[in-house]
């Protein structure tokens, strides 16, 4: 009889069950005007007509996010059609329909499809600790945002969303708390992952630490999408793998199909189901080396707002972040002048993990392919930011507070490689550095080691994504802090580059294993800091984090063309606490695949050259 009942609801309720699902609000705080207007989707929409719920679909799983010690972020999506909406409306006027059968934009009155959400610490749903109802319609996608709160620190829940009076249930989704900061934990698993590139492979990646079970917290540092038109790039079209819409994408329909295309890869929604993630975006969730004002495709001119899909740089970005932020699991987040997604996490006294936006917020102009030599000349230049002073000053904050608190681990999850790397074999003779990384801002890489110094801050590990091979350093600043590549004495920090999910090394998508294994030995013999170098494989890798010391374990997928759960331990390092650097011998003297500095490669029956055979 519940359905009845919506007909006799309040104006107050009705609009509390639309403002509960978060994805109407701004993904910004203090940027209201940037949320749909709830008066207007009431107004838009009857709730005493309502779908049947045969009609509607749970299209795209589940999944949680952002955790925190009481509360946690649920996901789900519900529609009674499987595309996206198409209005591409961001901000708060009138959102028209889109009509399926006439294929024109309608100003009809539609019913706001109804969920009931409840969350429980076991699986059949004995009693619910936390449940409400909630409201979606087409001006959010039909996604669904809701936070489930009074929960308990470090404690694995269950969820689980049906349309309003009926049986018509999501999957269950399973999710955890993180400790309150001041709880003594240890043995905090977290799996890092970057770049998936959907028609470039299968995911294998995402499932791996759900079939093995063996952390307690996804990280993702960004390119989880790639905004490029298909064309012929990837292998798409022989593995049935199209990103949808086929074309580079600009519009809000254009970002909601392609997160919604790449949520389909089976791998991926199960991790999302089983796991809650803390996700950050690097270029590719908006454009290809995006910067504050533009992208290696968009210099924001009139010219190429003619040329490129007619949005401007800045209406491209606000498109992308809704699509990102109705489809994530991530919270609103306090912004002052930019789109803040930068935020962090304590997780007891062990961790705190600071998530860094180097790309979208505030970067200084990057490389832009036909700017590289520019971007050399000009990286020194203290002004350079990848931040802006107002996210660095937040970070160097950041990070002092943690060793205030004594937390025993800093993470800093970032996007690119922080450690210098001189990479002429690959970039040529005129310009041997990534300016795209940390090396095209020296002075914001310098600022940072300074701070570290200055304030003795012990126990930071950055992580980094984006370069889709395998890089593992010893975090140096050789001028002022002499150092010893045998020993590690003198490094200030470790580094943890992982590899791609899915996106192409970056030698070459066709690269042999042995032509990758030549270039990391040159590599690895021209930059004394870089221990580990790795090219060939996609994959990811996991932290095993205690108060003694941090495990990482490299993970290589021998195939990403086939679905398959097959993958190989590539390396294993560990850095003590208050060492500051990669325990010797590192990786214990022996790695599977890719150089070790001092090390051998011992090549098992696992490691294959698969993608050639
Ligand atoms: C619901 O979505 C699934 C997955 O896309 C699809 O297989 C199924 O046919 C859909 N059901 C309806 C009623 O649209
Ligand atoms: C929204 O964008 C899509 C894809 O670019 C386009 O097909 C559609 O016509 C746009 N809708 C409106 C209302 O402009
Ligand atoms: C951006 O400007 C540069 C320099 O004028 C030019 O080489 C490049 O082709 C432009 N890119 C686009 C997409 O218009
Ligand atoms: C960074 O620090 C190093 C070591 O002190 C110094 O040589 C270099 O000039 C500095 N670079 C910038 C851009 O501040
Ligand atoms: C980079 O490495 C090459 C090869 O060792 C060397 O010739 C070059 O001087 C290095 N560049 C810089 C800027 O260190
Ligand atoms: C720096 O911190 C370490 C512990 O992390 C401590 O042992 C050492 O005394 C500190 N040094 C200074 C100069 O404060
Ligand atoms: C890599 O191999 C695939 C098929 O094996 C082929 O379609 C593609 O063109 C190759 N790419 C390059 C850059 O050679
Ligand atoms: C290995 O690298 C060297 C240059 O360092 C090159 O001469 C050689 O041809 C490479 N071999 C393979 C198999 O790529
Ligand atoms: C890494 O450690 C695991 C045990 O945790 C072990 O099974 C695996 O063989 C190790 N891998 C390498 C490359 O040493
Ligand atoms: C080598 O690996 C294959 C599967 O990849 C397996 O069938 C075979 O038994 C392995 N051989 C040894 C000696 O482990």
């Not at 109804?114 to 969350?119: A, G, R, S, T, W």
């Not at 022989?238 to 199909?257: A, C, Q, T, W």
């Not at 699991?329 to 961790?351: A, Y």
């Not at 210098?420 to 300016?435: A, I, T």
Request: charged content about 20%.
């Amino acid at each position: 009889m519940r359905s009845l009942s919506i007909l006799f609801l309040s104006f107050g309720v009705v609009s509390a069950r639309y403002a509960s699902n978060l994805n109407y609000r701004s993904p910004s705080e203090n940027h209201p005007g940037l949320g749909v207007s709830i008066h207007k989707v009431v107004k838009r929409n009857n709730p005493s007509s309502s779908w049947d719920p045969a009609q509607l679909n749970f299209t795209h799983g589940v999944a949680s996010g952002d955790p925190y010690p009481t509360s946690i972020i649920l996901w789900t999506r519900v529609a009674p059609a499987a595309d996206n909406d198409q209005s591409n409306v961001t901000v708060s006027g009138y959102v028209p329909l889109w009509n399926h059968e006439t294929e024109e934009y309608i100003q009809a009155s539609a019913a706001p499809v109804c969920l009931d959400y409840k969350v429980s610490t076991d699986d059949s749903f004995g009693s619910a600790v936390d449940q409400g109802t909630v409201y979606t319609t087409s001006d959010i996608d039909y996604t669904v945002k809701v936070e489930a709160k009074n929960l308990e620190p470090y404690t694995t829940y269950y969820y689980q969303f049906t349309v309003c009076g009926s049986d018509n249930s999501s999957p269950v989704g399973r999710t955890k708390t993180t400790p309150r900061p001041d709880d003594d934990v240890s043995n905090i698993g977290l799996a890092i992952y970057s770049c998936s590139n959907y028609p470039f492979g299968f995911f294998n990646a995402y499932g791996n630490a759900v079939r093995k079970d063996s952390v307690d917290y996804v990280v993702h540092l960004g390119d989880y999408i790639y905004e490029y038109e298909e064309g012929g790039y990837g292998w798409g079209y022989s593995l049935g793998r199209i990103s949808l819409p086929n074309k580079e994408i600009f519009s809000l329909y254009d970002y909601r199909k392609r997160l919604a295309t790449y949520r389909t890869d089976l791998d991926l929604l199960a991790s999302h189901q089983m796991f809650a993630w803390i996700p950050v975006w690097d270029d590719h969730e908006v454009g290809d080396n995006t910067y504050r004002d533009g992208s290696s495709h968009v210099n924001n001119t009139e010219e190429s707002f003619v040329y490129d899909g007619g949005v401007s740089v800045d209406q491209r970005k606000m498109n992308a972040v809704r699509a990102y932020f109705e489809w994530m699991p991530i919270r609103q987040v306090d912004m002052d002048d930019g789109l803040r997604i930068w935020r962090s996490f304590s997780i007891g006294k062990l961790i705190d993990l600071i998530m860094l936006d180097t790309r979208q917020y505030d970067r200084s102009i990057t490389d832009l392919y036909w700017n590289t030599h520019y971007i050399n000349e000009i990286s020194n230049e203290a002004s350079r930011s990848l931040m802006g002073s107002r996210q660095e000053h937040w970070f160097y904050r950041q990070l002092s507070e943690s060793a205030g608190r004594d937390a025993t681990w800093r993470l800093v999850g970032n996007q690119i490689i922080f450690s210098s790397l001189n990479l002429s074999l690959l970039l040529g003779p005129e310009d041997p550095f990534n300016y795209d990384a940390w090396d095209g801002y020296a002075a914001n890489r310098n600022r940072t080691l300074s701070h570290l110094l200055k304030h003795n801050i012990s126990n930071t590990v950055f992580l980094a994504g984006d370069t889709h091979a395998s890089w593992v350093s010893d975090v140096v600043w050789n001028s002022e802090h002499r150092y010893n590549p045998i020993t590690g004495a003198g490094a200030l920090a470790v580094e943890f580059g992982g590899t791609a999910v899915s996106s192409p090394a970056p030698v070459g998508q066709n690269i042999t294993l042995a032509a990758a294994n030549n270039m990391t030995e040159w590599a690895v013999g021209h930059n004394e800091h870089l221990m580990w170098n790795e090219l060939y494989y996609r994959g990811y890798f996991e932290l095993h984090v205690s108060k003694e010391a941090i495990e990482a374990r490299y993970f290589g997928i021998p195939n990403t063309r086939v679905k398959s759960g097959l993958e190989i331990s590539l390396a294993n390092f560990t850095v003590k606490a208050g060492e500051n650097r990669l325990s010797r011998p590192v990786a214990g003297g022996v790695v599977e695949a890719g150089t070790l500095k001092g090390g051998r490669r011992v090549e098992t029956n696992a490691t294959r050259d698969t993608e050639h055979e």
